[in-house]
């Protein structure tokens, strides 16, 4: 699909975002329909003679200006929604700041105590198992002495 630029001005002028976030982020996704429209051109270009637009040197250097104005636009973006999580963190009272943290102490302690606890229920779990382990290793050891022995009784070269 091919855009005339006298479309995309008709249709910017007709809309006139409501806010700076939206306004940077109609620009870029503006910026980024022109990439696209490089990348993945209209059917009649490009011509026949070459195959592929993208391999010749003017055609990657526009590009790359387009997706430079493209990250521009990002960057504008990401700017205002670091504003805005900062202006909403400033509004935030001091009240309910100490409040919070406060209770996340707690809940911190809390949880710190539980976390303590199940490591000492995990520790003492490992401390039999590791009992059960020397244990089972004394009676494999146990079958393996009489194997050997009935292996060695049975063997026919013991005469």
Known sequence: ????????????GATAPASAGE???????????SCLSLVCPPIQYPPHCRFNPVRDAADTAEIETRLEEFFL???QLEQLF??????????MSLETADADAEAAAAAGRQQQSELGLEILNLEAELAEK???IDKYTDVVRGWEGKFKRLDHR???DRD
């Open 73 to 75: 636009h990002a960057k």
């Open 82 to 91: 670091l504003n805005d999580t900062a202006d909403g963190l400033a509004a």
């Open 1 to 12: 699909m091919k855009v005339e630029e006298g479309q995309e001005d008709t249709s910017a």
């Open 154 to 156: 049975m063997s026919p």
């Open 23 to 33: 306004a940077a982020l109609s620009e870029m996704n503006a910026a980024f329909a």
């Open 130 to 132: 590791n009992d059960l």
